[in-house]
């Protein structure tokens, strides 16, 4: 797809919004293990409550953006893109952390222990994994159900949302709390699309729009609900529907003015939604790493300080393992390599893992 915003191939505005979530979730996990750890909240823990409504969402409705390339191809192809490409780096990835937790994982046990941790995660996403175990999931479901109408299929997935379904299994309760999402990001191509070109030419109303969204988005997150079950009012059923939504909606338009402005922030957070996955598979053992280090040493008191020095290494340290690796036999970290693809399925040019 050209126009605007493409560069090489790629719609710039999607790769900024991937930035941009990338960076919300690596913060998520940099802040509450950093609080948790030192026994307080700092100055980044109102932002992650203020993006915890749509940090996931997006994510998945940008994932669902193009699967309409290949949902009607031959399921050979169809596997080797969306299935096999996934389960190559969740395996690859499972074994890698998990090796670096073996001793919390096996205790006593030995190496059977091991092997049925591996064996479970199979069937059970393994800890920070399981976005990339769900985009497979995700992407084989809506091949199975694409000649359903797009209303039934939309307000199936969106009743899974509302029900609020929990559950022990990670599976099967994030499934149902995202799939919408998903399911949105591919029916919806065309129009949010439309919406990144819209925001592009008319910044001002784009501008009051995004205003208007912050202010609600912020009252509802961060207002207590005074249930159990539901911690703040953009937690309860439906709203919590909404707000992912409009979250998500509202990062494309924010994406696309970004773009728009060709300055040194957009071209620093393309480059990480190129590298969103690389980021995601690698960042979660420098940043435990380096949280230890901080807790250990007692280097930075202040907890705010602390979770964003964990967070920049949380970051930057796969990025420059990418980059470290590149050109050697160690890419296939982060590039899935041509003997790990199905017979008979085209073989695009080697680029990084995409989601």
Not at 140 to 165: E, F, S
Not at 192 to 216: K, M, N, Q
Not at 256 to 282: N, P
Request: net charge positive; aromatic share 10%.
């Amino acid at each position: 797809m050209g126009g605007a915003g493409d560069v090489g191939g790629r719609l710039a505005w999607v790769d900024i919004a991937k930035g941009i979530c990338i960076l919300m979730v690596v913060m998520m996990h940099s802040v509450i293990g950093t609080g948790a750890a030192l026994g307080g909240e700092g100055f980044l823990h109102p932002v992650v409550a203020f993006a915890k409504p749509f940090r996931i969402p997006d994510f998945f409705l940008l994932s669902g953006l193009f699967l309409g390339r290949v949902i009607d191809r031959d399921w050979r192809l169809f596997a080797d893109r969306r299935v096999l490409h996934f389960a190559y780096f969740y395996g690859l990835w499972l074994v890698i952390q998990s090796a670096a937790r073996y001793g919390g994982i096996v205790s006593d046990a030995g190496p059977g222990a091991f092997a049925a941790h591996l064996a479970h995660a199979l069937v059970e996403p393994y800890s920070s994994l399981w976005f990339v175990y769900l985009l497979a999931v995700f992407s084989v479901v809506t091949k199975v159900l694409r000649r359903c109408p797009g209303a039934l299929l939309l307000a199936g997935a969106a009743l899974l949302q509302v029900a609020d379904i929990r559950s022990d299994a990670t599976l099967v309760e994030e499934f149902c709390g995202r799939y919408v999402y998903f399911v949105a990001g591919y029916l919806f191509a065309g129009r949010i699309f439309a919406l990144a070109d819209a925001a592009r030419r008319h910044v001002g109303p784009a501008l009051c729009g995004l205003a208007a969204w912050a202010v609600l988005e912020g009252w509802m997150a961060l207002t207590p609900a005074g249930h159990p079950a539901y911690p703040t009012l953009a937690s309860l059923p439906i709203a919590s529907l909404a707000l992912g939504a409009a979250g998500a909606l509202a990062i494309v338009v924010v994406a696309a003015l970004i773009e728009r402005s060709g300055t040194a922030v957009a071209e620093a957070l393309r480059t990480c939604g190129q590298r969103s996955i690389v980021i995601y598979l690698a960042f979660s053992l420098p940043m435990a790493a380096t949280r230890e280090i901080l807790v250990r040493t007692g280097l930075v008191n202040d907890i705010g300080l602390a979770s964003l020095i964990v967070m920049a290494a949380a970051l930057l340290v796969p990025l420059a393992l990418e980059r470290l690796v590149r050109h050697t036999p160690l890419a296939l970290l982060f590039v899935r390599p041509a003997w790990f693809r199905l017979a008979g399925a085209p073989r695009p040019r080697p680029s990084l893992a995409a989601t």
